[in-house]
């Protein structure tokens, strides 16, 4: 018998998928749904839903007030630079920077969590499609490629992961922004129901409570799946379910069809190619614990490592017929990263509410769509921003700073603060081919692979829109009335509103673009890549949702082919 037949037999199945995360969850859910053997490698550590470490600790529970330590900081100072992450609380779900470095230009804030799982634990959970608006911009403008899709096409998908994930929403009939198939809605507080009035009387424009994937009443199809506790602790991860994410919901449905093989300490670092085949016929790990190397074998390999993870891979799997990349015959693996800019808008008090206060802790806020280069708007730039916000009564904590004691103290900490409202911009990024990320050969990580190196950053169509994302929230607030008005338009580096993309675009044209309609790469059919990669432009919603639609509709796609022998 020949061993090395022997082990390639038993390392051998029908499909792959790279990355547990949102896209990886649901490759993994779609193929092994369809039949497919499929084989889920995750870069990180195990982690089962509910077995969440911190998730229900009162604050008191934890070590220097929840606060990084010395420690945290030398260990995780870029991923704690951008305020989002290092608490005692949180802290294991984000990656220790001295073992997995990278490099910058210019400031780019590279958030990341290796484990089962990924991102979806952690992430915003805001869930809004791509509409027509959005799909046809690029060609309409001028800029970059053209979409190969358009909306018509993806709304049965939209419908489909929707339905499935469970978002809370609320119909709006705005053509900028598709409705779904909701949930009910989360409650907007008085004091958004007052600014929704007022920005239509004033404005003519929306407001909506923000659609979310929450689940606000039960999923028969996911018993296992709780409803929306209103704690607002999803950072943690919620043992209850309640909010979507692979580990309570897509890699639950796959481990069920009995096909799913999942590894963790897996790191995938190349694709094998067969010159001959003129196709993948695998993947090198290297696994995190020991150091070993292993090949597995597929006929179909899916990659939803992350933007970065999924082009890190591919930038490192050099052939003679690939000497650039994988699949780069364009040039452009590792351009066009595009994010959402935020880190502008304005925040004011509210007074005339005095005798109303507000029940349970939303984890959610409202949602005001994109209204500028809508219609007959014409702006000095193109594209536009949309608003996340929210408007709450400040409780006890407001006390922390006073100097009050006694019954003073004790009168002031029963009554209910002052009611405030706040919003911040959310904008589009223009696709520049010159904003790119390349391998670094000479910097490795902690298993001795290379590592990245970031150049991009905004430019001056960008800038134009801020000065609106800031004046026009000002404005609006001014006119519900709000009082203590402050504006802001921060310092704002790529990457800080953690909707990476691009980086291995989709288009019509395999001399321009990575990946055709399908996800598919141009130069080798059977290799899928559906995380953040494939965006051809950023639109200005949050892009997990169209991530979930599209990587559905690849495994569709691909298992039609593979049927009929064309992959």
């Excluded at 997995?100 to 210019?106: A, D, L, M, V």
């Excluded at 693996?333 to 935020?342: A, F, V, Y």
């Excluded at 880190?343 to 206060?357: H, L, P, Q, R, T």
């Excluded at 949702?545 to 690849?554: E, I, N, Q, V």
């Amino acid at each position: 018998m020949n061993l090395n037949t022997e082990a390639q037999k038993n390392n051998t199945y029908d499909a792959i998928v790279v990355g547990t995360g949102i896209s990886g969850g649901w490759a993994a859910k779609e193929l092994t749904e369809k039949g497919l053997k499929t084989l889920v490698l995750e870069r990180g550590r195990m982690v089962k839903h509910p077995d969440y470490p911190t998730a229900t600790k009162d604050p008191w529970e934890f070590e220097n007030a929840d606060r990084p330590t010395q420690h945290d900081l030398e260990r995780q100072g870029v991923q704690n630079r951008t305020g989002y992450t290092i608490k005692q609380s949180t802290k294991h779900w984000f990656v220790d920077d001295v073992d997995n470095p990278y490099s910058e230009t210019k400031r780019f804030d590279w958030m990341r969590g290796y484990h089962v799982g990924g991102r979806s634990i952690t992430w915003g959970r805001q869930s809004y499609r791509l509409g027509d608006m959005d799909f046809g911009a690029n060609a309409k403008d001028g800029v970059a490629v053209d979409w190969p899709v358009r909306y018509a096409e993806m709304s049965p998908w939209y419908d489909y992961v929707e339905q499935y994930i469970g978002v809370s929403g609320s119909v709006e009939g705005l053509p900028q922004l598709p409705d779904g198939k909701f949930l009910p809605p989360m409650e907007l507080t008085c004091v958004e129901l007052d600014l929704k009035k007022s920005m239509k009387e004033k404005f003519g424009r929306a407001l909506t409570i923000g659609r979310t994937a929450h689940l606000t009443a039960p999923l028969a199809h996911s018993p296992q799946r709780g409803t929306c506790q209103f704690r607002n602790l999803c950072s943690r991860g919620c043992p209850y379910g309640a909010y979507f994410s692979s580990l309570s919901s897509t890699l639950v449905a796959a481990e069920k069809t009995g096909n799913m093989t999942l590894r963790p300490n897996s790191i995938v670092h190349g694709l094998i190619y067969d010159e001959k085949k003129g196709k993948a016929t695998g993947v090198r790990i290297q696994d995190a614990e020991t150091g070993e190397q292993t090949e597995f074998y597929a006929n179909v390999i899916f990659l939803c490592a992350s933007t970065f993870g999924s082009t890190s891979i591919m930038l490192n799997s050099i052939s003679d017929r690939f000497p650039n990349g994988f699949g780069n015959d364009s040039g452009e693996l590792g351009c066009n990263i595009m994010d959402h800019h935020l880190n502008v808008g304005a925040s004011g008090e509210i007074a005339g509410f005095e005798d109303k206060y507000l029940s349970g802790r939303r984890a959610n806020g409202f949602y005001i769509p994109r209204y500028r280069n809508v219609a007959n708007d014409k702006r000095d730039y193109l594209r536009g921003f949309g608003y996340q916000g929210g408007g709450s009564r400040q409780g006890w904590q407001r006390m922390v700073a006073e100097l009050s004691i006694g019954k003073e103290l004790k009168d002031a900490a029963m009554a209910p603060g002052m009611w405030s409202i706040g919003m911040g911009g959310f904008g589009e990024i223009l696709p520049y081919h010159e904003n790119k990320v390349t391998l670094n050969k000479d910097k490795k990580d902690k298993y001795g692979l290379p590592t990245l190196t970031f150049d991009a950053e905004i430019k001056e169509n960008e800038i134009r829109m801020r000065k609106d994302m800031q004046n026009d929230a000002a404005e609006m607030l001014e006119a519900a009335g709000a009082k203590n008005i402050r504006s802001h338009n921060g310092a704002y580096g790529p990457g800080l509103g953690i909707h990476e993309m691009g980086t291995a675009r989709m288009g019509k044209d395999p001399k321009t673009s990575v990946l055709n309609k399908f996800n598919q790469v141009h130069a080798c059919k059977n290799v899928f890549v559906t995380d953040g990669s494939f965006m051809t432009s950023a639109a200005c919603v949050n892009p997990s949702l169209t991530y979930m639609a599209f990587t559905a509709r690849a495994v569709d796609h691909a298992v039609s082919e593979l049927k009929k022998g064309n992959i």
